[in-house]
């Protein structure tokens, strides 16, 4: 906890900070958080499918399930990509068949494995690294944290959902419950998704690094991603007249910023720990980044 509260007062350094944002450049993460923007959009609507099959297996209503869960993260998503996903649930999946679910999980690992292996890349850049994984290694790694990912938030989403049913019903536990739940499920999220990140920060590069349960980068990452969702809804909801501009594909454009904001704090992320990892190197003479076995 010591080297982890030293590592964030050292990021808003002017050193830290100059060679983080040099180090975006450099590596291109703009470029690269567009192809990740492109892997999320292809995966998102197939997880809902999958999200409306795994909840199928334990709620009797999942298709209203789960858009009252997407209604509900107005907070988070902007109002034109909330509107977009609600009219997505209504259209496609009302009546889907097996077929249609067993597609949507297919295209949900696929994608989401593609997208991991764009992080991979990134985060080879951040460390200076060169890729020597067998392309079955890289790929099968990319496929479980697909897989995790996907079962994680899937979960999550449940246990929320579970949650303010019980809270909401009538009988149920006292409005002051509702307040107190309300903050709770933010610090959950919150929790939830800088862990991730640190998971995914380990796995990523082709290093052997030392695992930390949350990393500077990832917590850093995790508040870039809340405060980058908040302004982009504050954005499109009041400055950014989309629906003027785009008519229809207003919701789509809206939905896409959000998704190339968070795939870019995913990178920066990474490039965070690199830079501090290195930085870590330089001051104490260890070698705390190093490169995998091509054996191994």
């Known amino acids: 906890m010591k080297d982890f509260l030293s590592d964030l007062r050292d990021i808003i350094g002017p050193g830290v900070l100059a060679r983080v944002l040099l180090k975006v450049r450099e590596n291109d993460l703009l470029g690269l958080a567009g192809q990740l923007t492109y892997f999320f959009l292809v995966s998102f609507f197939p997880f809902l499918i999958f999200l409306v099959a795994l909840a199928g297996l334990v709620l009797d209503d999942p298709e209203s399930a789960v858009r009252g869960l997407v209604s509900k993260s107005a907070g988070f998503l902007p109002r034109e990509a909330v509107g977009l996903l609600v009219v997505y649930l209504d259209r496609t999946l009302r009546g889907a068949g097996s077929g249609v679910l067993a597609v949507g999980v297919i295209t949900t690992l696929w ?47 449940l246990v929320v959902f579970e949650v303010e049913a019980h809270i909401e019903e009538p009988g149920g536990p006292s409005g002051s419950l509702l307040v107190v739940w309300g903050v709770a499920r933010w610090v ?18 082709d290093a052997r690094l030392p695992f930390k349960w949350i990393t500077p980068g990832g917590f850093t990452a995790t508040v870039l991603m809340f405060a980058a969702s908040a302004a982009l809804s504050f954005y499109a909801s009041n ?36 830079v501090l990892a290195r930085r870590a190197e330089d001051e104490k003479g260890v070698e705390l980044v190093q490169a995998e076995d091509p054996e191994a």
């Open 188 to 205: 959950l999220a919150f929790v939830v998704v800088t862990t991730a990140l640190s998971v995914l920060y380990y796995l990523a590069p």
């Open 239 to 274: 400055l950014g007249n989309y629906d003027r501009v785009y008519g229809q594909l207003g919701a789509v454009i809206v939905f896409m910023l959000w998704l190339y904001a968070m795939g870019l704090m995913v990178l920066v992320g990474v490039e965070i720990n690199a």
């Open 111 to 157: 994608m989401g494995s593609a997208a991991s292996i764009a992080i991979t890349k990134a985060a080879n850049r951040a460390y200076c690294l060169s890729e020597t994984r067998p392309f079955w290694k890289l790929r099968g790694i990319s496929v479980l944290l697909a897989l995790g990912f996907t079962l994680l938030i899937a979960t999550l989403s």
